[in-house]
């Protein structure tokens, strides 16, 4: 019988389930070329999951009518002939949908695909063992596509399932708005049109690297559901100690965090000046630097001793910095003596259960928590070629980026209080030193004399000599605060 609170899970197919998007990318672009048009990939993969007519229109927005039309003629004729047979299912994919319909799960697909382009797919390779799994099924010509609901609505309908009991994986902006819309869950894949960064701004409850990690997600315990993805995992990582041997590397290398970002939380919090601040997760002190800049008196609290050691070493002779050997879920601060707490890159180390605790103990009635992460953006050639290296490199790099909380999960946490969002830009121009010292203060990235790291140090000189300019790389991030 299914575990946990979901009954059904409804899957989008290109992307999620069948390894495509890269085809669907070749054949769009040849079918707008034979008409004279281009298409810009990123249009092209904006638009996977959405009904082929309005996707085309993305793809060619000055194009008129009867151009459209040819396009999606010569689309459809190029994928029978050339692109289809390119493409076929995630190689985990069947083996995951079939291990989950053992566990009791009702499977669904929910697709921008026609009817006969979805046939074709289930009657090819090993979509033909995926059919006989699916209780259901909705295409683009059948009703209204992406994002609209209608698709949704419709199989819980037919299934007898209600919104909550249902659960989305897509990995596109349509699949998780297209939930959003149906009061539906969703999770992402960054495997397909979207990286993970973009699913987790976009709503998603947790991102996964494929629908191969979805079983141990949804096997979790109950009360993961308020704490970051794979926490489980993260606990076994040891955040005390793996930043031990990187702490020049990651005071060198480590991106700060913008003043707007500060301007902000001056505005919001009616002021920063004389405001009793706990940093949770310190580190060497980034955040903490521009509190106190800000007129704050702070309590760094860092369990990690080389960690904290630096920011004693770089801040402790600032008036207002009081350095404090502790942790989250036990900081050893007076009970309602704090009226900010703050987190910084940091969050996703925590038990949330006893870190939520700890921070209704000191805070003061009215106190608040803001919670940062400088999240990297994966689009751009040497964004997307960097998120690349730390895959092939990194030795638990999945587990670290699929660790980072979503929205949903820290407003369950403070609830009933309300959680704002807002973003900012920031960037970080490097040089290959700092690039350099920028992996290494990861703490998921090979050290030195560890297996591979020779291999890994000449991989950086190619990633740098590959994309740099004027002799830097830039590193661009969303600076995400909640608050």
Same mark, same amino acid.
């Given at each position: 019988m299914a575990r946990g609170r979901y009954r059904l899970l409804i899957f989008d197919w290109d992307g999620t389930l069948r390894n495509s998007v890269g085809s669907i990318v070749g054949c769009a672009r040849e079918a707008a070329a034979e008409q004279g048009l281009e298409a810009a990939e990123q249009a092209i993969r904006g638009s996977v999951g959405l009904g082929l007519d309005v996707a085309i229109r993305l793809w060619?927005?000055?194009?008129?009518?009867?151009?459209?039309?040819?396009? @999606?003629?010569?689309?459809?004729?190029?994928?029978?002939? @050339?692109?289809?047979? @390119?493409?076929?299912?995630?190689?985990? %994919?069947?083996?995951?949908?079939?291990?989950?319909?053992?566990?009791?799960?009702? *499977?669904?697909?929910?697709?921008?695909?026609?009817?006969?382009?979805?046939?074709?797919?289930? &009657?090819h390779g090993r979509g033909r063992q995926v059919r006989e799994l699916l209780l259901a099924s909705r295409t683009a010509d059948e009703t209204t596509p992406k994002p609209s609901p209608a698709m949704v609505h419709e199989l819980l309908e037919e299934l007898g399932v209600e919104a909550s009991e249902a659960l989305v994986i897509g990995d596109s902006a349509h699949d998780l708005q297209m939930a959003a819309n149906a009061g539906c869950a969703a999770v992402g894949v960054s495997c397909g049109a979207l990286p993970g960064g973009e699913l987790r701004r976009l709503g998603a409850r947790a991102v996964l690297g494929g629908v191969g990690e979805l079983p141990a997600w949804l096997a979790r315990p109950a009360r993961a559901r308020l704490v970051p993805v794979a926490f489980a995992t993260m606990s076994d990582l040891d955040p005390t100690g793996r930043f031990a041997d990187r702490v020049d590397a990651y005071r060198r290398a480590r991106p700060g965090y913008p003043r707007a970002l500060l301007d902000h939380l001056d505005v919001r919090l009616s002021g920063l000046d004389g405001r009793c601040v706990a940093? *949770?997760?310190?580190?060497?002190?980034?955040?903490?630097?521009?509190?106190?800049?800000? &007129?704050?008196?702070?309590?760094?609290? =860092?369990?990690?001793?080389?960690?904290?050691?630096?920011? =004693?070493? =770089?801040?402790? %002779?600032?008036t207002g910095f009081v350095s404090v050997a502790g942790s989250a879920e036990e900081t050893g601060l007076d009970a309602g003596s704090i009226d900010l707490v703050t987190a910084a890159q940091a969050f996703h180390w925590f038990d949330l259960e006893a870190t939520g605790r700890e921070l209704r103990r000191v805070l003061e009635p009215g106190g608040r928590v803001a919670v940062v992460w400088n999240d990297r953006r994966q689009q751009g050639s040497f964004l997307e070629a960097y998120e690349t290296f730390l895959l092939e490199w990194a030795t638990d790099y999945r587990a670290v980026r699929e660790s980072y909380a979503v929205a949903d999960q820290l407003g369950e946490l403070f609830a009933p209080g309300s959680l704002e969002r807002a973003v900012f830009a920031n960037h970080q121009d490097l040089d290959f030193d700092g690039l350099r010292a920028r992996l290494l203060s990861s703490s998921y990235m090979p050290g030195s004399g560890q297996p591979r790291s020779d291999e890994m140090q000449a991989a950086v000189e190619r990633l740098f000599a590959d994309h740099e300019s004027g002799g830097l790389v830039r590193i661009e991030y969303d600076c995400t605060l909640y608050l």
């Open positions: 060619c927005p000055d194009a008129d009518a009867a151009a459209c039309l040819r396009v @999606r003629e010569s689309y459809g004729r190029l994928w029978i002939e @050339r692109w289809h047979a @390119r493409a076929d299912l995630f190689p985990e %994919a069947e083996p995951t949908l079939a291990a989950l319909h053992a566990d009791g799960y009702w *499977l669904a697909v929910a697709t921008g695909k026609s009817r006969s382009g979805l046939e074709r797919d289930l &009657g940093d *949770l997760g310190s580190g060497t002190g980034m955040l903490t630097a521009l509190l106190l800049d800000r &007129g704050c008196r702070v309590w760094a609290v =860092e369990p990690n001793e080389s960690m904290r050691r630096a920011a =004693e070493d =770089e801040l402790g %002779a600032r």
